[in-house]
Structure formats: structure tokens, C-alpha cells
């Protein structure tokens, strides 16, 4: 499928991440012009000369609203302008019981899961509005909407983020801006390995043996009994960002298997 947005241009976030490259690998299919922000891009940088489109890798740190600015200059540098913003990044934080995490806990995961977003969305929208065509997407998470007692930083983090988009949403769209979520769950990424192997040693137990007890425990809703894949989460998010997605705003769309039983997003 042709998703018509040849020649536009996006900025990825949390790039060197399993689903921010899985979506820079769809949009350089579909010729998207592609600027891929981390903290730490070492990791892609060889690889972004394989795209077969206009791309590059910068380091940049989300939290810090002078180098989100410093990359979108970049980008309207090297591109004219950015056309869609694809935000991946974030942490896990601090886990635990929620009355135990300290106001340091819940401000980080704030800082970067959050705040990030709207530093960026802050940096980009208001050009796209000026423009009269653009996409917001955001990577929220299940925990937004099926919060699990011992990650409430990121809970709430993922919330708030959650809101936010869907208060962009409401006016943005009238210039051509479309906003949505994507919320994925349990997908194979560094993230879960790491929760995986964590889990795995706690019960002395192989990996696999971990994410099948993980997913018979704590996800039954995921009937397929197994993690997501990054390639999977990405697919949705390039139909949001494509000229298809053309009357879909301030939605939230689901990535997880099933792993959450309720019916409201």
C-alpha cells in the first residue's frame, strides 16, 4: 500500500530503540526523508546509510528542551521542515510499592516520558499548523489505561502523556495536524529482555520459562502467549502518519495482544 507520503519528512525519537528503527525502516520504504534522535545513536549510525533514503543520526537527549531544539533546526537545516514526529523514547523507571517511590521516581519518569513529548511536540507543531499538514504520534503504553501496582511512575507518566495528545488533538486538526497514541504491550524489545532476565533469575528459570510464566501470570489477556514484535508496533504507526490515516485523530490505538480486557481505550 501506498502510504503518499513520498518526500515528506520525519523526526524519529528514541531511534536506536527496537520499534523507533522498526518504524524508520517502514517510512525509508515508503521515501520518507528521516532525522533519528537518541541519546546514543553509535548503534545506528552505519545502518542509517543502508535506508535508501535522506536520513540522519543525532544524539540528543529528550529531557533537555535546548537540544530538542537544537535537532529540529537541524532538521529544518538539512530538510526544510519536519512533517511528522514519530515519539518513542522514554524509561521504565523505578518500580515498586507506589507509596515507596520517592518524588525523584516519579519526576523522572515524568521528565522523560512525558515532558519529552511535549518539548518536542512544542518544537514541531506549531510549523506543521503553519504548513497546514502534519502527524503526531506518541508511544504510550497499556499502563495508561491498565496500571500495574508496582510501576505507578510510569503509570502516571504514560497517563499524562496519553491526555496530552488527546488535548492536541482537539484543535490541531482544524490546520491539517493530526495527533494520535499508539499503545503497545509486552513487545520484544530491550526493555522486556531486560524484565525477562530479571524475572528469569529471580525464579531460577530459562528466559523462554520467564516470558511464559510472565505472560500466563501477568498478561492473560495476550491468548496468543507470546511477546509482540517491534515490526509489529510499527505498522500501525505508519498508517497514522501516512496520508491514509487522513480521518483518524485523537484516537489511541492498541498494539498488545489483547492484554487489555477493557473496552474503553
Known amino acids: 500500500m501506498d502510504l503518499r507520503i513520498k518526500g515528506r519528512t520525519a523526526l524519529i525519537t528514541g531511534a536506536s530503540g527496537g520499534m523507533g528503527w522498526a518504524v524508520a525502516k517502514i517510512l525509508a520504504e515508503e521515501g520518507v526523508r528521516l532525522v533519528l534522535t537518541d541519546k546514543d545513536v553509535k548503534g545506528i549510525e552505519e545502518e542509517v546509510l543502508q535506508l535508501g533514503t535522506e536520513a540522519f543520526a543525532v544524539g540528543a537527549d529528550m529531557t533537555v528542551g535546548a537540544e530538542v531544539d537544537a535537532v529540529v533546526r537541524q532538521a529544518a537545516d538539512r530538510f526544510g521542515a519536519v512533517d511528522i514526529v514519530v ?44 504548513r497546514g499538514w502534519g502527524r503526531f504520534v506518541a508511544v504510550v503504553s497499556e499502563n495508561a489505561t491498565q496500571p500495574y501496582w508496582e510501576e505507578a511512575t510510569y503509570n502516571t507518566a504514560k497517563a499524562a502523556l496519553s491526555v496530552f495528545v488527546k488535548g492536541l488533538s482537539y484543535k490541531a486538526a482544524a490546520d491539517g495536524v493530526l495527533c494520535n497514541t499508539v499503545s503497545p504491550a509486552f513487545i520484544a524489545t530491550d526493555m522486556t529482555d531486560e524484565m525477562m532476565q530479571k524475572r528469569a533469575k529471580e525464579k531460577g528459570v530459562s528466559f523462554e520459562e520467564a516470558i511464559e510464566s510472565f505472560l500466563e501470570e501477568e498478561r ?9 514484535e517491534a515490526d509489529e508496533v510499527a505498522a500501525a504507526i505508519a498508517l497514522l502518519v501516512s496520508e491514509r490515516a487522513s480521518f483518524i485523530n485523537g484516537a489511541n490505538i492498541r498494539v498488545d495482544g489483547g492484554s487489555v480486557q477493557a473496552v474503553q481505550n
Open 87 to 130: 515519539h518513542t523514547s522514554g524509561i521504565t523507571g523505578e518500580k515498586g510499592d507506589p507509596l515507596e517511590m520517592r518524588d525523584e521516581d516519579y519526576l523522572e519518569a515524568y521528565q522523560n516520558d512525558f515532558l519529552s513529548a511535549v518539548r518536542v511536540a512544542r518544537a514541531t507543531i506549531p510549523a506543521m499548523k503553519a
Open 220 to 228: 492473560p489477556g495476550i491468548v496468543q502467549k507470546r511477546r509482540g
